[in-house]
Protein backbone atom coordinates (compact mmCIF):
# COMPACT_ATOMS: atom_id res chain seq x y z
CA UNK A 1 0.00 0.00 0.00
CA UNK A 2 2.71 2.37 0.89
CA UNK A 3 4.58 2.16 -2.61
CA UNK A 4 1.78 2.90 -4.17
CA UNK A 5 1.18 6.01 -2.78
CA UNK A 6 5.04 6.99 -3.70
CA UNK A 7 3.55 6.07 -7.42
CA UNK A 8 0.89 8.23 -7.12
CA UNK A 9 3.10 11.34 -5.58
CA UNK A 10 5.42 10.54 -8.44
CA UNK A 11 3.08 10.69 -11.12
CA UNK A 12 1.58 14.16 -9.79
CA UNK A 13 4.78 15.79 -9.49
CA UNK A 14 5.67 14.76 -13.03
CA UNK A 15 2.33 16.28 -14.18
CA UNK A 16 2.54 19.23 -12.26
CA UNK A 17 6.02 19.91 -13.63
CA UNK A 18 4.98 19.26 -17.34
CA UNK A 19 2.59 22.03 -16.75
CA UNK A 20 4.42 24.56 -15.56
CA UNK A 21 7.17 24.88 -18.34
CA UNK A 22 9.99 23.67 -15.24
CA UNK A 23 9.66 20.20 -16.96
CA UNK A 24 9.85 18.42 -20.43
CA UNK A 25 6.82 20.78 -21.95
CA UNK A 26 8.26 24.32 -24.31
CA UNK A 27 11.41 25.10 -25.66
CA UNK A 28 14.82 24.98 -23.66
CA UNK A 29 15.99 28.02 -21.81
CA UNK A 30 18.29 30.20 -24.02
CA UNK A 31 21.56 28.71 -22.23
CA UNK A 32 20.44 24.90 -23.01
CA UNK A 33 19.80 25.53 -26.87
CA UNK A 34 22.37 23.95 -29.28
CA UNK A 35 22.99 26.36 -31.95
CA UNK A 36 24.40 24.83 -35.63
CA UNK A 37 28.22 26.47 -35.65
CA UNK A 38 30.07 25.64 -38.79
CA UNK A 39 33.82 25.43 -38.59
CA UNK A 40 35.81 26.17 -41.82
CA UNK A 41 39.44 25.56 -41.37
CA UNK A 42 39.64 24.75 -45.70
CA UNK A 43 41.87 27.91 -45.97
CA UNK A 44 44.58 26.46 -44.03
CA UNK A 45 47.28 25.04 -46.06
CA UNK A 46 48.69 21.92 -46.10
CA UNK A 47 45.55 20.46 -44.77
CA UNK A 48 45.84 19.01 -40.78
CA UNK A 49 43.42 18.46 -37.99
CA UNK A 50 42.02 20.54 -35.34
CA UNK A 51 39.32 20.05 -32.25
CA UNK A 52 36.92 21.56 -30.09
CA UNK A 53 37.88 20.54 -26.76
CA UNK A 54 34.68 18.02 -25.11
CA UNK A 55 33.26 18.51 -28.42
CA UNK A 56 35.08 17.22 -30.88
CA UNK A 57 37.87 13.68 -30.82
CA UNK A 58 41.18 15.29 -29.67
CA UNK A 59 44.00 16.00 -31.93
CA UNK A 60 46.88 14.33 -29.45
CA UNK A 61 46.58 10.92 -30.86
CA UNK A 62 50.00 8.88 -31.71
CA UNK A 63 48.07 7.69 -34.88
CA UNK A 64 47.70 10.43 -38.13
CA UNK A 65 45.95 7.29 -39.80
CA UNK A 66 43.42 6.52 -37.54
CA UNK A 67 42.49 10.53 -36.19
CA UNK A 68 39.11 10.86 -36.35
CA UNK A 69 39.31 14.64 -35.31
CA UNK A 70 38.52 17.11 -37.80
CA UNK A 71 40.40 17.67 -40.83
CA UNK A 72 40.81 21.22 -42.18
CA UNK A 73 39.84 19.86 -46.08
CA UNK A 74 36.04 19.86 -45.37
CA UNK A 75 33.96 23.00 -43.30
CA UNK A 76 32.43 21.09 -40.17
CA UNK A 77 29.40 21.59 -38.37
CA UNK A 78 29.40 21.44 -34.25
CA UNK A 79 26.21 21.41 -32.10
CA UNK A 80 27.34 23.94 -29.46
CA UNK A 81 25.45 25.42 -26.32
CA UNK A 82 26.27 28.98 -25.62
CA UNK A 83 29.45 29.17 -23.78
CA UNK A 84 33.27 29.59 -23.99
CA UNK A 85 35.16 27.09 -26.42
CA UNK A 86 38.60 27.13 -28.07
CA UNK A 87 39.78 26.06 -31.42
CA UNK A 88 43.16 24.18 -31.15
CA UNK A 89 45.39 23.00 -34.25
CA UNK A 90 48.85 21.85 -33.91
CA UNK A 91 50.13 25.45 -34.51
CA UNK A 92 47.76 27.62 -32.42
CA UNK A 93 44.62 28.23 -30.67
CA UNK A 94 42.38 31.06 -29.84
CA UNK A 95 39.20 31.08 -27.86
CA UNK A 96 35.49 31.83 -29.27
CA UNK A 97 32.10 32.37 -27.54
CA UNK A 98 28.76 31.35 -28.28
CA UNK A 99 26.10 33.95 -27.59
CA UNK A 100 22.93 33.34 -26.34
CA UNK A 101 21.40 34.30 -29.72
CA UNK A 102 23.60 31.41 -31.47
CA UNK A 103 26.09 34.31 -33.05
CA UNK A 104 29.96 34.05 -32.72
CA UNK A 105 32.07 35.93 -30.98
CA UNK A 106 35.78 36.39 -30.51
CA UNK A 107 38.72 38.56 -29.36
CA UNK A 108 39.28 41.89 -31.96
CA UNK A 109 42.85 40.99 -31.86
CA UNK A 110 42.35 37.77 -34.04
CA UNK A 111 40.32 39.77 -37.33
CA UNK A 112 43.93 39.54 -38.98
CA UNK A 113 43.12 35.56 -39.25
CA UNK A 114 39.74 34.89 -38.14
CA UNK A 115 35.75 35.68 -39.52
CA UNK A 116 32.63 34.75 -38.29
CA UNK A 117 31.89 37.78 -35.77
CA UNK A 118 27.98 37.58 -35.56
CA UNK A 119 27.15 34.71 -37.73
CA UNK A 120 26.91 31.05 -37.18
CA UNK A 121 30.50 30.47 -39.07
CA UNK A 122 34.06 30.32 -38.08
CA UNK A 123 36.33 31.00 -40.47
CA UNK A 124 40.36 30.28 -40.06
CA UNK A 125 42.13 31.62 -42.52
CA UNK A 126 45.87 31.65 -40.82
CA UNK A 127 47.79 28.65 -39.96
CA UNK A 128 49.68 30.68 -37.43
CA UNK A 129 48.87 33.47 -35.02
CA UNK A 130 51.57 36.38 -34.35
CA UNK A 131 51.20 38.46 -31.32
CA UNK A 132 50.99 41.64 -33.68
CA UNK A 133 48.56 43.04 -35.35
CA UNK A 134 50.57 43.22 -38.82
CA UNK A 135 49.76 42.07 -42.22
CA UNK A 136 48.98 38.65 -43.39
CA UNK A 137 51.87 36.79 -44.76
CA UNK A 138 51.61 35.97 -48.09
CA UNK A 139 52.32 32.22 -47.45
CA UNK A 140 48.73 32.58 -46.51
CA UNK A 141 47.55 33.33 -50.43
CA UNK A 142 48.27 30.01 -51.30
CA UNK A 143 45.62 27.74 -52.98
CA UNK A 144 44.90 24.73 -51.35
Same mark, same amino acid.
Given at each position: ?5 I??C ?8 ? &?? &? ?14 T ?78 ? &? ?15 ? &? ?11
Amino acid at each position: MKARGICYCALIAVAVLA &GT &GYGWAGPPPAHLKEHTITIDATKLVPASWWQVPGVTPSIYNSDPDSLDAPKTSEPRELQLRPGKYKFISFTFDFPFVVNLDGTLDFPKSLDQCID &GRGTQTLVVRCKRMYPY &GGERDAYYEQKP
